[in-house]
């Protein structure tokens, strides 16, 4: 596994929760990494990117309240996550390709090739 997330939690809406990934194990070189979340009965979507400029997109329903961020000297990739809401309950997970691709939140997951074991969110 060269992806670990950890920083999940349970928190109550309109609270505030940071997550990261551990991405000092992945030695691809990579254009792009990402967050993506899975709720259950509902398909893996994208949450948010970070290109290797450091320029970043978000889904339309965390844009303004979610921020993504690279550390390169921890070697981290963070979701700092304010303001959730109950929507936002799902397992969180960090991506990455390992060939360049989109940079964006709308790129499915099948062109991510590593993914993490996922941290899990729950807003209530």
């Known amino acids: 596994v060269q992806l670990v997330e950890s920083g999940g939690g349970s928190v109550q809406a309109g609270g505030s929760l940071r997550l990261s990934c551990d991405v000092s194990?992945?030695?691809?070189?990579?254009?792009?990494m990402a967050w993506f979340r899975q709720a259950p009965g509902k398909e893996r979507e994208g949450v948010a990117t970070i290109d290797s400029d450091g320029r970043t997109t978000y889904a339309d329903s965390v844009k303004g309240r979610f921020t993504i961020s690279k550390d390169n000297g921890k070697k981290t990739l963070d979701l700092q996550m304010n303001s959730l809401k109950p929507e936002d309950t799902a397992m969180y997970y960090c991506?990455?390709?390992?060939?360049?691709?989109?940079?964006?939140?709308?790129?499915?997951?099948?062109?991510?090739?590593?993914w993490g074991q996922g941290t899990q969110v729950t807003v209530s």
């Open positions: 194990r992945f030695t691809y070189s990579t254009n792009c």
């Open positions: 991506a990455a390709p390992r060939h360049h691709i989109r940079c964006s939140s709308d790129v499915e997951s099948i062109w991510y090739n590593e």
